[in-house]
């Protein structure tokens, strides 16, 4: 079935960048997105990408998509404390749910 | 605020007794999903409603579970004679058709203890 993997933990100094990783294999996924969930907080939807983009922008956010290799990734520009935050990838494939990998905890060091 | 809203916060039962709870999506929109996280794990979908017609139910979701949508507009899930493997946040979301699986809005989730 469809699968969604992601790193566990990715800790970063607060100003550098950070780049979030994430594979899944449904070779028909048409959107994939990026949601944040901070502690004892509901899911944020933070951006999301067409499978037919390369990239995606949005102020401090930037979003990669290699359909080739099934590869997702998320860059945090100028990382703050309040981007920590578990981020999780999820992948709409052809279905009508969503497939989620497991979360990145991103710890930011003052 | 119009966000999606999920009452009980927290539940506490005991094990065999049954629980139910309920979700407000955002008023406008026609789509509501209900999931179940448990620690260290991303959402699992159990099932949509598009309106008040249950479109898709995941195999977790077994006979145990309920959920409706009556009037199209809030959701409750029922849990009967629940089991401490029932321990878990269930959240709910919901989306406009007009976008699909696009921004669906989470609410704040109900959590779960079994004891």
């Known amino acids: 079935g469809e699968d969604v993997e992601q790193s566990l933990f990715l800790s970063v100094r607060e100003g550098d960048s950070s780049v979030i990783n994430c594979t899944y294999t449904d070779s028909s996924s048409t959107y994939l997105y990026w949601y944040k969930q901070e502690p004892g907080a509901g899911l944020q939807l933070l951006t999301y990408?067409?499978?037919n983009m390369d990239m995606k922008q949005d102020q401090r956010l930037t979003v990669l998509l290699n359909k080739k290799d099934k590869h997702l990734s998320l860059r945090i520009a100028d990382t703050q404390t309040g981007d920590s935050a578990i981020y999780f990838c999820?992948?709409?494939?052809?279905?009508?749910?969503?497939?989620w990998g497991l979360g990145t905890s991103l710890a930011v060091n003052p | 605020d119009t966000g999606v809203s999920q009452n009980p916060r927290h539940k506490i039962t005991k094990r065999g007794q049954n629980v139910t709870f309920r979700c407000d999506p955002i008023s406008e929109h026609n789509r509501l999903y209900w999931y179940r996280q448990t620690l260290g794990q991303g959402p699992e979908f159990l099932t949509y409603f598009q309106n008040e017609a249950q479109l898709e139910k995941s195999r977790l979701l077994s006979d145990r579970f309920s959920a409706e949508r009556p009037k199209g507009s809030f959701s409750t899930l029922e849990i009967q004679r629940t089991e401490q493997g029932d321990s878990a946040m269930y959240l709910c979301a919901s989306s406009a058709s007009t976008r699909g699986m696009l921004e669906q809005y989470f609410g704040p989730g109900t959590r779960l203890t079994v004891t």
């Open positions: 999820a992948d709409a494939g052809n279905n009508r749910k969503l497939i």
């Open positions: 990408i067409f499978s």
